[in-house]
């Protein structure tokens, strides 16, 4: 097994434990705010709670992270991999003429950032669905502990998914780069140079 391999093996094995964790936050958080004394919990939007927030599309996002999921956007789901070292596709592309990429290296990053692009939007959209589904069993009145629970594992399934999919292009792009590229790269991002993978 190659080093990539193991890397994305391990990185596979961190990600479905991350998405256990993030659902069983999101239940907890929900039994929480369901127990809660409305005049103790102190709501950060005053007497009228969330009620400028009754129009949107799906109740747990607002319009700009539906815009940003479904343009495959990274929004930090891939600070893991970033903050550590691993260069993604598009600051790569933003430091072309820094990092002097070969134009083969920028017809291979353009690719995978092309890429990760579309399999992040149409996971985002998986994510948008799952999330509306949970935001129409209240809507509707059909909101059990079982169902909600349900819908919740499947939402932070689908979350957890997206930041599988960024953090796997940060990997691959350490196949592209050159040691002193990957070095450069940190450099120019303002990260230091004591880093993994150097």
């Given at each position: ?11 596979r ?16 958080s929900g039994?929480?705010a369901s ?12 007497h ?18 539906l815009?940003q999921?479904r343009s495959g ?10 903050l ?7 600051h790569?592309?933003d ?7 070969s ?11 092309e ?6 939007s ?5 994510y ?5 589904a949970l935001?129409?069993?209240?809507a509707?009145g059909?909101?059990?502990?079982e169902?909600?629970?349900?819908h ?5 399934q689908?979350?957890?998914e ?8 940060h990997?691959?792009m350490?196949?592209?780069?050159s040691?002193?590229?990957v ?10 140079s ?5």
């Amino acid at each position: 097994m190659s080093r990539f391999e193991e890397t994305l093996k391990y990185s596979r094995c961190r990600a479905r434990v991350m998405i256990v964790a993030l659902a069983l936050v999101f239940v907890a958080s929900g039994s929480v705010a369901s127990e809660s004394h409305p005049h103790r919990g102190g709501h950060s939007h005053g007497h009228h709670g969330y009620v400028d927030l009754q129009q949107r599309q799906v109740s747990g996002l607002s319009n700009e992270e539906l815009d940003q999921l479904r343009s495959g956007e990274g929004m930090g789901m891939a600070l893991a991999a970033e903050l550590n070292g691993y260069p993604g596709p598009r600051h790569v592309l933003d430091l072309a003429e820094e990092l002097a990429l070969s134009d083969g290296q920028r017809d291979m990053t353009t690719t995978l950032f092309e890429r990760m692009q579309r399999e992040a939007s149409a996971a985002g959209e998986r994510y948008i669905r799952k999330e509306r589904a949970l935001d129409a069993l209240f809507a509707e009145g059909r909101a059990t502990e079982e169902a909600v629970r349900e819908h919740t594992l499947s939402a932070a399934q689908a979350y957890g998914e997206i930041r599988a999919i960024h953090l796997r292009y940060h990997l691959e792009m350490m196949q592209v780069l050159s040691r002193h590229q990957v070095h450069q790269y940190q450099r120019a991002r303002g990260y230091g140079s004591e880093m993994h993978g150097n």
